[in-house]
Structure formats: structure tokens, C-alpha cells
């Protein structure tokens, strides 16, 4: 069975700072793995995936993640975090399989950014 | 384009009524999943369907759920004899084949509150 784990429920970071957002994952194979962003009363919105090839994945609004096989981890990265970054952020996974469809999301970790 | 919508934003129900909740997907997307955020937890997979194949139904949580897509277009997810537990928002997501290495793409939920 695949599973996910975002081991923090907030991140808190001061704007301009660094921010790092954890998930490790557990597949049977090789994964799919998914960053998403939900802001308040809106839906998911997708960030990033990482399928194959390099393990740095640049994705929307400056966020980037990388994939590390050997820690099962796929962490989400920006290097200067704003205010508007505040959000709910949730990493899933999909074992890759050819068959295999439904995606196993962490439990989201709340991402704060003041000023 | 237009994204995936659903309908309605909002509902409100008394314990023991039926709700049925719609999605309309992103035109030419053969894959559509549904999703429960519970308040302070992660997105439960509910239900999915992929063209004309037999829908993966394994998340649903008891036989009060069930859920059709016609035309392999518009889904209704229906909760029967509603519980106080049911309250959530109810997601749905579609994506384009193959769906197991595609983003998925959220419409904005229906919040159910049962009273």
C-alpha cells in the first residue's frame, strides 16, 4: 500500500527566509509524487510532480522540490518565502504501476509567512 | 479554459436526508476522482472513474455513498440517510489519460454541513 507523511502540521517561516516543506513517501515501486497548494476556501491547485529524470523539480510560483530515493523524500523548497506563500500544502504520491490511479495525499502542513 | 466546477458551493442538511453533490469536470478529461476533506485532515480518496471502465470505488465509507458519472462527462456523488460524520467538503478532481502520471485538477468543493 502507498502512504505519505508530512511529519510538521505548520511551518512557520519570516518572509525573504528559506522555507522547506517535509513529506516522505511509501510505495511498493517506483512513485509519482505531487506537490499541491490549497488556499483558503479554494480548491487544490497543483505545484509540481516529479515522474522521472532529474531529482530537482521546478514547479509553479518559484517553488521547487527535490526527489531522494534512498530517504523516500520529496520535500518541498523555496529559497525566499512571501507573505502570500500562507497556505494548506499537501504532498502526494501514486505508485507507478501503468494502472494504478488514485493518488494518497499527506495530511497537509500549514505554511505561515509573516513579515 | 474552464476549470472544474461543482455544485452546490454550500449545502446544509438535516441528519437522514439524502444530498446529491455534482461535478463537472474539464472538457476532454476521461479521469475524475472524488475526495473528502475532513476539518484538521488530509484528503480521503472516495471514489474514481477513468472512461468506460468500472469505477474504483474502494474508498467509499459505506454503502450510503455512492456515485455516477454519465456520458463520461458530469459525475453526482450522493450521500443517502445523511450522518453528522458526513459533514465535509467534497472534492472533485479530473485529469487527462493517462491519468496515473497526470496532474489532477480541483474544482472548488462543496462544503456539506448536516445538522
Known amino acids: 500500500a502507498q502512504s505519505v507523511a508530512q511529519p510538521e502540521d505548520q511551518v512557520n517561516v519570516a518572509e525573504g527566509n528559506p522555507l522547506t516543506v517535509k513529506c516522505t513517501y511509501s510505495?511498493?515501486?517506483?512513485?509519482?509524487l505531487f506537490w499541491y497548494v490549497q488556499y483558503p476556501n479554494r480548491g487544490l491547485q497543483f505545484l509540481l510532480k516529479?515522474?522521472?529524470?532529474?531529482?530537482l523539480v521546478k514547479g509553479s510560483y518559484g517553488f521547487e522540490a527535490e526527489f531522494n530515493k534512498s530517504q523516500t523524500s520529496f520535500h518541498l523548497k523555496k529559497p525566499s518565502a512571501l507573505v502570500s506563500d500562507s497556505a494548506l500544502y499537501f504532498c502526494?504520491?501514486?505508485?507507478?504501476?501503468?494502472?494504478?490511479?488514485?493518488?494518497?495525499f499527506g495530511t497537509g502542513t500549514r505554511l505561515q509567512v509573516t513579515l | 479554459g474552464a476549470g472544474v466546477s461543482q455544485s452546490p458551493s454550500n449545502k446544509v442538511t438535516e441528519k437522514g436526508k439524502d444530498v446529491e453533490l455534482r461535478c463537472d469536470p474539464i472538457?476532454?478529461?476521461?479521469?475524475l476522482y472524488w475526495y473528502r476533506q475532513s476539518l484538521g485532515q488530509g484528503l480521503e480518496f472516495l471514489i474514481y472513474?477513468?472512461?468506460?471502465?468500472?469505477?474504483?470505488k474502494s474508498g467509499l465509507p459505506s454503502d450510503r455513498f455512492s456515485a455516477e458519472r454519465t456520458g463520461g462527462s458530469v459525475s453526482t456523488l450522493t450521500i443517502q440517510r445523511t450522518q453528522q460524520e458526513d459533514s465535509a467538503v467534497y472534492l472533485c478532481?479530473?485529469?487527462?489519460?493517462?491519468?496515473?502520471?497526470?496532474?489532477?485538477?480541483f474544482g472548488p468543493g462543496t462544503r456539506l454541513t448536516v445538522l
Open positions: 478532481a479530473s485529469s487527462s489519460r493517462p491519468g496515473y502520471y497526470n496532474e489532477q485538477f
Open positions: 510505495v511498493s515501486g517506483n512513485p509519482y
Open positions: 516529479y515522474i522521472t529524470g532529474d531529482n
Open positions: 502526494a504520491v501514486r505508485e507507478n504501476t501503468g494502472t494504478a490511479s488514485k493518488l494518497t
Open positions: 472538457s476532454g478529461h476521461t479521469a
Open positions: 472513474f477513468q472512461g468506460n471502465s468500472a469505477p474504483d
